[in-house]
């Protein structure tokens, strides 16, 4: 039987780019679709449903973001945007809209390859250690089922990305516990800290996290900042656990 292949939407206005990164990820395992509009790829992505999007900012009829925002009303899927060069702001609105990570132009396609790697492989990622057996974390309001990846605050299921769920996983499984960016960085996205010292995709993330989750987001008191250190969960008090 033919083992499932992993789909990618590349999304970029440039056809040299979409040939290249539809090669070389067809070449590596993937099913490649491509879209050289926003407009398009909102199209493709509703009759191809990928599993992961690569998506530039720069695209005329609609933009990256636009796109991103769009994404973001039906779907969790994995964005990691394309940027240009040396333009945090760029990198910065992405990643407050939704996206998972980003990749700066010009880039080196291994470089992308890696990137889509470990995204993917963090989303399907589970059974991390110090989560219970049933899989099942309730603090306060908030129910966390890292078996279906999936979160409630009082009834209400809350969407979250795949990496947004990760990272708030990898904190709740050591609660108390402070973990830098850099730590952080390399235990969700795979990066080591020589490679990427740009830590606000952590602080994006971190941020997003608690509007979703917190009463008050500008007070939070779930997912709390170590100062000096990077970021924690508060502790868990396990039943029959008295408070230290």
Not at 99 to 127: H, M, N, Q, T, W
Not at 188 to 214: C, F, N, Q
């Amino acid at each position: 039987m033919e083992s499932h292949k992993e789909k990618i939407l590349v999304v970029d206005d440039e056809a040299s780019i979409r040939r290249i990164l539809e090669t070389r990820l067809s070449m590596i395992g993937y099913d490649v679709v491509t879209a050289a509009d926003g407009e398009e790829a909102l199209e493709t992505f509703r009759n191809a449903t990928p599993d992961l999007v690569v998506l530039d900012v720069m695209m005329p009829k609609l933009d990256g973001y636009g796109v991103c925002q769009e994404l973001r009303k039906e779907s969790d899927v994995p964005i990691i945007m394309l940027t240009a060069l040396g333009d945090v702001a760029d990198r910065i609105t992405g990643l407050e809209l939704g996206a998972d990570d980003y990749v700066v132009k010009p880039f080196s396609p291994k470089e992308l390859e890696a990137r889509i790697r470990s995204v993917l492989r963090r989303v399907d990622k589970s059974g991390i250690s110090g989560i219970p057996s049933s899989g099942v974390i309730t603090v306060v309001n908030i129910k966390i089922d890292t078996n279906k990846r999936q979160v409630y605050k009082g009834d209400e299921r809350i969407r979250l990305t795949g990496m947004e769920f990760s990272l708030l996983e990898l904190l709740v499984s050591r609660s108390g516990e402070a973990f830098s960016r850099s730590e952080i960085l390399q235990e969700v996205w795979g990066y080591t800290p020589e490679r990427h010292v740009d830590t606000r995709v952590v602080d994006v993330h971190i941020s997003r996290l608690r509007a979703k989750l917190e009463d008050d987001p500008s007070n939070p008191e779930l997912i709390l900042t170590a100062r000096g250190t990077g970021y924690l969960f508060q502790r868990i008090i396990e039943p029959g656990e008295t408070e230290k």
